[in-house]
């Protein structure tokens, strides 16, 4: 967790530069918009995609795990907890990355038609299963407490479901065969 010097540092600055009118949490998440964006144009609609499928394979293993608490790095304090559960999802992550990639090379590479919309389609719908992942499995009100709006969006149990098919059929839009 952001100490709270260093983190009402951060919100005090964003309010200035923004001059009131950007919430912190807007800024959060247009942040980790940005860096998807971002991630999208390098990686290449093909890559994107097989790195959100990665997110599903590190979903379903590391809901499953049976030793996920003889893992855990640190769990001192909240803050050393969440850091510690996500390192072990993104070490799920990156080895289903590895594995959709090779599979994706031996069967041919995906033939797409990349466009502004498609690399914002994809980025828009991964920072919400993202965020939505969390919420849901990290308990991300351990390191920033968002505010009751996107608690209605993001924390909602029933809307989990449509989180995860979103980046689906962002995928199934923006690759053509």
């Known amino acids: ?3 709270s010097s260093t983190g009402s540092l951060i919100t005090d600055s964003v309010t200035r530069v923004t001059g009131g009118y950007l919430p912190f949490d807007y800024f959060l998440i247009g942040c980790l918009f940005a860096v998807l964006l971002a991630l999208c144009w390098w990686l290449g609609i093909g890559r994107m995609s097989i790195a959100i499928l990665s997110v ?4 379903l293993l ?11 790095i ?9 850091f510690s559960h996500l390192l072990i999802f993104l070490a799920f992550a990156l080895f ?3 594995v959709l990639n090779r599979l994706n090379a031996l069967t041919g590479s995906l033939s797409m038609l ?5 690399y914002i389609l994809l ?3 991964s920072t919400g299963l993202l965020i939505a992942i ?9 390191i920033h407490n968002f505010g009751l709006t996107i608690d209605r969006l993001f924390a909602q149990p029933n809307y989990f479901f449509w989180w995860l098919l979103a980046p689906l059929v962002a995928i199934f839009l923006s690759t053509r065969r």
């Open 114 to 118: 990349p466009g502004t919309f498609e």
């Open 62 to 72: 590391y809901q499953n795990f049976p030793y996920l608490e003889k893992l855990l």
């Open 123 to 125: 980025a828009a719908t």
């Open 134 to 142: 969390g919420y849901h499995l990290f308990l991300i009100d351990l």
């Open 1 to 3: 967790m952001l100490s």
């Open 74 to 82: 640190s769990t001192t304090s909240s803050r050393d907890l969440f």
């Open 96 to 98: 289903g990355f590895l």
């Open 56 to 59: 599903y394979v590190a979903l």
